[in-house]
C-alpha cells in the first residue's frame, strides 16, 4: 500500500507570511499533483509534477517534485487570506496500475 | 470551463433507508472516480470506471455500496441501507486519461446519515 504523509497537519500564519508544506512517502510515484479543497467543496488541480527533482511556480505558489520521486514540497510565498483551505497532495504510480493515493492534508489558516 | 457536476449537493436521511448520488464527468473524460472524504481526511478511492467498465472497486463495500455507468458517460452512486458511518463527503471525479493523473473534482455530496 502506497501511503503518502503530509506535514503539518494544520498551519495558521499572519499574513504575509511564507510557508512550506510538505508530502512524503517511501514509495516512488510517477506523477504527483497538487490540489486545494475549500470547505463545502470538491478539491480543484494546482500543478502536477512528474519528473525528479522538477520545480514549477504558480504565481505565489512554488512546487517541487524530490530527486527519487518519493516526495514533495509545497511553498507559499506572502500568504493571502485567500489561500486559505486544505491542501492535499496525490500520488499515482504505474507499478499501482496509475490508482491515485491521496494525502491526509494540511489545513492551512492565513489571518489577515 | 467545462465542470464535473454532482447532484444532490446535500443530502441527510435516516439510517437504513436508500440514497443515491448522480454524477456527470466533463465531456470526454473516459475515466469517472467515485470518492469518500470523512472530515479531517483526504479522499478515499471507492471505485473507478473506464467508460462503462469497473476498474477498482477493491475499497467499495458491496454490501450496501453499488456504482454504475451504464452509458459510459454519468455515474450514480447508491448506498442501501445507510449507517450511521455512511456521514462523509461523497465526490466525483473525470480525468481525460487513465491512470489518475489530472482528476478533475466536481463540488461533492455532503451525506449526513441519522
Known amino acids: 500500500t502506497q501511503l503518502l504523509e503530509q506535514s503539518p497537519q494544520f498551519l495558521s500564519i499572519q499574513e504575509g507570511e511564507n510557508l512550506t508544506v510538505y508530502c512524503n512517502s517511501s514509495s516512488v510515484f510517477s506523477s504527483l499533483q497538487w490540489y486545494r479543497q475549500e470547505p463545502g467543496e470538491g478539491p480543484v488541480l494546482l500543478v502536477t509534477?512528474?519528473?525528479?527533482?522538477e520545480v514549477k511556480k504558480l504565481k505565489r505558489l512554488t512546487f517541487q517534485f524530490g530527486d527519487a520521486r518519493k516526495d514533495s514540497s509545497l511553498h507559499i510565498t506572502a500568504a493571502q487570506p485567500g489561500d486559505t483551505g486544505l491542501y492535499l497532495c496525490?500520488?499515482?504510480?504505474?507499478?499501482?496500475?496509475?490508482?491515485?493515493?491521496f494525502g491526509d492534508g494540511t489545513t492551512l489558516t492565513v489571518k489577515p | 470551463e467545462a465542470e464535473v457536476a454532482q447532484s444532490p449537493r446535500y443530502k441527510i436521511t435516516e439510517k437504513s433507508q436508500a440514497v443515491a448520488f448522480w454524477c456527470d464527468p466533463i465531456s470526454g473524460h473516459a475515466t469517472l472516480y467515485w470518492y469518500r472524504q470523512i472530515l479531517g481526511q483526504g479522499p478515499e478511492l471507492l471505485v473507478q470506471?473506464?467508460?462503462?467498465?469497473?476498474?477498482?472497486d477493491s475499497q467499495l463495500p458491496k454490501d450496501r455500496f453499488s456504482a454504475e455507468r451504464l452509458k459510459g458517460v454519468d455515474s450514480t452512486l447508491k448506498i442501501q441501507p445507510a449507517e450511521l458511518g455512511d456521514s462523509a463527503m461523497y465526490l466525483c471525479?473525470?480525468?481525460?486519461?487513465?491512470?489518475?493523473?489530472?482528476?478533475?473534482f466536481g463540488p461533492g455530496t455532503r451525506l449526513t446519515v441519522t
Open positions: 496525490a500520488g499515482s504510480s504505474w507499478t499501482n496500475a496509475g490508482k491515485s493515493t
Open positions: 470506471f473506464q467508460d462503462e467498465s469497473v476498474v477498482d
Open positions: 471525479a473525470s480525468s481525460q486519461t487513465p491512470g489518475g493523473y489530472e482528476q478533475y
Open positions: 509534477v512528474v519528473t525528479g527533482g
